[in-house]
């Protein structure tokens, strides 16, 4: 993996380039004609992408096939199957997927389709079983995939084997301190590499306060949003959007409790220590801890449920230092780590956008507790996310839908601005850890994870074709 180090390779390659001004397109070919067999440069050119990139049916059935066909995705977290026969149902990447912890005690990953004649198998969402049964001719799997009974085998000849019809399993699965992903072709770098500098901001999440382990299974809050996933995606890494589009939920926050969380982004907030970075791979950082943290977090809260109370109990049983260190370190984050394709931390919780069709998405807001923590703390953790997802994801998600309708239906307008500090000589390496950062409002976000796009999409396309021999 390149680590980037300066603007070049900070932002999308080929045709989305920082050193460049000149807002051409590189390409001569008409960018809203051309067959798939193409290559998809032509949507791309320095600090614009085509609105074809998230309204063309045929470009999204590509990125499942290319993109998710060909990269680690995480599938879930292993707290979600903690006993044995646990298992969930969800699909990542087009695809229908099993998470279950065997009856043996390990954790896998299963296609949920049967090997007869393609029917999902489990139908529940989640559970705990022995096994599956296919509701159409009632074959059978133990839970770890094995195929266990076909009724009336006999008619299906001597030589047949019961275990050339287990379920299916993607061809890599690993984990990383808790988070599953998986591959669905072998031709992958290893997870380590795949997330590279990444893996040390999810380390960075997971060690706050005393670093209990984190527990995904306190609910879950799912957003069927109509836009296409990569809407979503790119809000993920938009600092720039929350003065403006939260500014009624901010504006509430700010006369009922005075200076509390995200009252710094009332001013140029370009010119604050918080700032957007480039991890490489497509992985993208905003860091709001500089402001955040800055006093205290907790601190800055704005009332909740049980706030004064919680904070009391704390503090008559621990003291007031500890108590207040262990409230800082149970506040949202200050952290938007964005793992590409379908792995976004935000606060105390990770979300999943999940491409249903190529102008419909669920986003899944997933809440997380702590191991251990004194109950209080998990009180707070939960009081506060319940608080984002219900003031400020409506307005995402509006804004999501919007720009879905104004990409559809204005095809005279053919480009995608995403040139936001591409030209303002404010961007720098990070003498920490040598990687490209920009301010805060930056669009380098966007700029990065579309080189990666181009990457997955363009190889998997080509490597495609010659297997085809087109």
Not at 412 to 431: F, S
């Amino acid at each position: 993996m390149t680590i980037p180090s300066h603007p070049a390779s900070a932002v999308a390659a080929v045709e989305i380039n920082a050193s460049s001004g000149a807002l051409r397109n590189n390409s001569n070919r008409n960018p809203t004609a051309g067959s798939t067999r193409q290559s998809y440069q032509h949507l791309f050119r320095p600090g614009f992408v085509h609105r074809r990139l998230y309204v063309d049916e045929q470009i999204f059935h590509d990125e499942l096939r290319y993109l998710y066909g060909r990269t680690w995705l995480y599938i879930g977290h292993e707290s979600e199957v903690p006993q044995p026969n646990d298992f969930i149902a969800r699909r990542v990447g087009g695809r229908p997927l099993i998470l279950v912890h065997t009856q043996a005690g390990e954790i896998r990953v299963l296609f949920n389709r049967c090997p007869h004649r393609g029917a999902i198998v489990c139908r529940e969402t989640h559970g705990n079983a022995k096994g599956f049964i296919c509701g159409y001719h009632a074959w059978t799997f133990a839970n770890d995939g094995h195929c266990s009974s076909v009724p009336l085998r006999q008619g299906y000849g001597a030589d047949f084997n019961l275990h050339s019809v287990d379920l299916a399993c993607p061809a890599k699965v690993d984990r990383y301190r808790g988070f599953i992903f998986a591959a669905f072709t072998s031709d992958v770098p290893s997870l380590t590499e795949h997330l590279g500098p990444a893996a040390d901001l999810l380390d960075q999440w997971l060690d706050r306060g005393d670093r209990q382990p984190v527990v995904v299974r306190s609910g879950s809050m799912p957003f069927l949003v109509h836009a296409n996933w990569k809407t979503i995606y790119d809000n993920a890494g938009d600092g720039y959007h929350p003065p403006f589009s939260h500014e009624s939920m901010l504006t509430v926050f700010s006369r009922r409790y005075g200076d509390v969380d995200m009252n710094y982004y009332g001013s140029d907030f370009d010119k604050s220590p918080m700032y957007s970075k480039n991890l490489g791979n497509g992985h993208t950082f905003l860091d709001q801890r500089p402001e955040m943290h800055k006093l205290s977090a907790w601190k800055r809260q704005h009332v909740m449920p049980g706030y004064e109370a919680i904070e009391k109990a704390l503090i008559d049983r621990l003291g007031e230092t500890r108590a207040l260190q262990l409230l800082d370190a149970s506040t949202g984050s200050g952290m938007n780590l964005n793992i590409f394709p379908n792995l976004l931390i935000i606060g105390n919780q990770i979300q999943m956008p999940e491409p249903l069709a190529v102008n419909q998405t669920q986003l899944t807001w997933f809440s997380t507790t702590l191991d251990g923590a004194p109950d209080e703390i998990n009180a707070v953790r939960m009081r506060m996310q319940e608080d984002f997802p219900s003031f400020g994801e409506v307005d995402d998600a509006g804004n999501f839908e919007a720009c879905q309708q104004g990409m559809e239906s204005v095809p005279e307008m053919e480009w995608i601005d995403i040139r936001r500090h591409i030209n303002t000589a404010r961007g720098g390496v990070d003498p920490q850890d040598g990687l490209w950062r920009e301010p805060m409002s930056s669009d380098l976000h966007m700029r990065t994870y579309f080189q990666r796009w181009q990457e997955l999409m363009n190889t998997g396309k080509s490597n495609s074709l010659a297997e085809e021999n087109i």
